[in-house]
């Protein structure tokens, strides 16, 4: 049985909107896109490619499979662990809208997308990876269906644009299992699934 681990982006006030650049994606008048970016060290490639060296498949919402089918295909060195795993490992999107995917490896995932998820994780073995995809993590988070996440939380606040945990996500609890800052300050956060939260007073 896989595990399933969501590798995500965010700024300081939790938004996760077109952190790769101006153009990722504008939608709801968002012009911030690119905030990453300037925090792009080797500290942060390092444990970016450490996270690559894992996966056995990758699942992928609509909006980050179109980001990543544009722009990874045309990576082809061999040299490169993100392109190698990328482009060489099956790749599942979550979609009703989907008609074609070019990408070679792809299977688009048509059906009630919590039962499409389990039964991937019942099939597959080692580690799905998730990056991005906030709107599918959040369905995945209702449904406990996310093993493992990796926050990297970078030193910027936006104001606006999406975020992962909104009003109403469901109370879950979760074990800190690392933390680490990179040298441009990045804090990177890895916390495993553990349940409904506790709670007490003082």
């Known amino acids: 049985m ?19 650049g101006p153009d990722e994606d504008r939608s709801d008048g968002f012009e911030h896109g690119g905030w990453s970016v300037p925090y792009g060290d080797e500290d942060f490639g390092r444990f970016m490619d450490e996270v690559f060296t ?21 990576r082809t060195d061999p040299d490169n662990p993100v392109a190698s795993k990328l482009n060489a490992l099956p790749k599942y999107v979550a979609s009703t809208t989907l008609t074609e995917a070019d990408w070679a ?20 073995d080692g580690e799905i990876q998730m990056h991005g995809s906030a709107g ?16 990297l939380v970078f030193p910027v606040v936006l104001g606006t644009g999406r975020r992962l945990f ?9 074990r800190p299992a690392g933390s680490h800052t990179t040298g441009a300050g990045v804090a990177v956060h890895t916390y495993e699934l553990e349940g409904r939260p506790a709670y007490g007073s003082y």
Do not use: M, N
């Open 2 to 20: 896989a595990t399933l681990s969501l590798t995500q982006f965010l700024t300081l006030d939790g938004v996760v909107q077109a952190p790769g």
């Open 54 to 74: 894992r996966p056995t498949a990758f699942l992928l919402g609509r909006r980050t499979y179109d980001i990543f089918a544009g722009y990874w295909p045309k």
């Open 105 to 124: 490896g792809t299977t688009v995932l048509r059906g009630d997308v919590a039962q499409e998820v389990a039964g991937l994780k019942e099939r597959l």
């Open 136 to 151: 599918l993590a959040r369905t995945l988070l209702d449904h406990d269906l996310i093993d493992t996440l990796h926050l």
């Open 166 to 174: 909104t009003e109403g996500v469901r109370p879950t609890a979760f």
